[in-house]
């Protein structure tokens, strides 16, 4: 009777209270049904090209290529170009120098193997980097000259060095063609004068005078042939001022002495300051 009673409290259970007693909904078989979680790995990309970035690009650029570009930039955007100037460090002597010298080389290497230096043939076959030359040279030497270059050891160094090159030039047997060494000694020579000048203004042009700058111009206007006789003339009226100057404030230092010596022997106190010497002479 009791196993009666047992089965009839079975059967009046509530369904959901047999469906919460169902193994399905026990955690610990859930976890055992399920399949397990797997972390979730995300790929890897793989090598993607892209270009270089511009740290990375200008280190790949030679000088003249990156002047190229900056050339280009300044030319497209005008304003940059004048930030350009305002940044860039001032030419020294010898960068100015060596880029001259650079065209210089230029032109030497452009002469034809064999034959005349001097004939119509040798000078069609270099006009070009000749023209490049004496452009540059035009284009540099206003640079070094007063009064954009204030300091007169700055502008000589550079046309001593400029003046060397301009000596350097192709001797032609046209006279025609003769005529670019020629002007190049005229602006030369007009350069060294206007140096001279303002160099003069500066401490009375003492520098001029031990700089040894005076042997220097006589021996370029020497190698010139008198081509440079404007800036030696203008170097002779400067020392010779100089010197002039000098030998006047010597002569009156000298008639003071005198005047003073005549004074005193007039007084009778010539000698009255020297010390006397006491004993046998």
Same mark, same amino acid.
Request: glycine letters at 8%; charged letters at 20%; proline letters at 7%.
């Given at each position: 009777?009791?196993?009666? =009673?047992?089965?009839?409290?079975?059967?009046?259970?509530?369904?959901?209270? #047999?469906?919460?007693?169902?193994?399905?909904?026990?955690?610990?078989?859930?976890?055992?049904?399920?399949?397990? /979680?797997?972390?979730? =790995?995300?790929?890897?990309?793989?090598?993607?090209?892209?270009?270089?970035?511009?740290? #990375?690009?200008?280190?790949?650029?030679?000088?003249?290529?990156?002047?190229?570009?900056?050339?280009?930039?300044?030319?497209?955007?005008?304003?940059?170009?004048?930030?350009?100037? *305002?940044?860039?460090?001032?030419?020294?002597?010898?960068?100015? !120098?060596?880029?001259? =010298?650079?065209?210089?080389?230029?032109?030497?290497?452009? &002469?034809?193997?064999?034959?005349?230096?001097?004939?119509?043939?040798?000078?069609? #076959?270099?006009?070009?980097?000749?023209?490049?030359? !004496?452009?540059?040279?035009?284009? &540099?030497?206003?640079?070094?000259?007063?009064?954009?270059?204030?300091?007169?050891?700055?502008?000589?160094?550079?046309?001593?060095?400029?003046?060397?090159?301009?000596?350097?030039?192709?001797?032609?047997?046209?006279? /025609? *063609?003769?005529?670019?060494?020629?002007?190049?000694?005229?602006?030369?020579?007009?350069?060294?004068?206007?140096?001279?000048?303002?160099?003069?203004?500066?401490?009375?042009?003492?520098?001029? /005078?031990?700089?040894?700058?005076?042997?220097?111009?006589?021996?370029?206007?020497?190698?010139? /042939? $008198?081509?440079?006789?404007?800036?030696?003339?203008?170097?002779?009226?400067?020392?010779?001022?100089? $010197?002039?100057?000098?030998?006047?404030?010597?002569? $009156?230092?000298?008639?003071?002495?005198?005047? *003073?010596?005549?004074?005193?022997?007039?007084?009778?106190? &010539?000698?009255?300051?020297?010390?006397?010497?006491?004993?046998?002479?």
């Amino acid at each position: 009777m009791s196993g009666r =009673k047992r089965k009839a409290d079975d059967d009046d259970s509530r369904p959901e209270d #047999r469906m919460s007693a169902s193994p399905s909904t026990s955690p610990a078989i859930t976890s055992q049904l399920l399949p397990p /979680q797997r972390s979730v =790995k995300r790929a890897r990309s793989g090598p993607a090209g892209r270009p270089l970035a511009l740290p #990375r690009l200008l280190e790949t650029l030679d000088a003249e290529s990156l002047r190229g570009v900056l050339r280009t930039i300044c030319e497209h955007h005008p304003s940059i170009g004048t930030e350009v100037v *305002n940044a860039a460090p001032r030419p020294s002597v010898s960068s100015a !120098l060596g880029v001259l =010298k650079n065209y210089e080389s230029l032109l030497q290497a452009s &002469f034809p193997f064999g034959g005349s230096t001097s004939s119509d043939y040798a000078y069609n #076959r270099v006009r070009q980097p000749l023209m490049a030359l !004496l452009e540059a040279l035009n284009d &540099f030497t206003p640079h070094f000259l007063p009064p954009n270059e204030p300091q007169a050891t700055q502008a000589l160094s550079f046309l001593d060095g400029a003046t060397e090159i301009v000596h350097r030039l192709p001797n032609w047997d046209s006279f /025609q *063609n003769s005529l670019h060494k020629q002007n190049a000694y005229e602006e030369i020579s007009k350069a060294w004068a206007l140096v001279l000048k303002e160099a003069a203004k500066r401490a009375g042009g003492i520098q001029l /005078q031990y700089g040894g700058w005076d042997q220097k111009l006589a021996k370029h206007n020497q190698q010139a /042939q $008198g081509r440079m006789q404007e800036a030696v003339d203008e170097m002779h009226t400067i020392l010779g001022w100089i $010197g002039g100057e000098r030998q006047t404030h010597q002569a $009156g230092h000298r008639s003071h002495d005198i005047s *003073n010596v005549r004074q005193e022997l007039l007084s009778g106190t &010539f000698g009255a300051g020297l010390p006397v010497r006491v004993g046998p002479w």
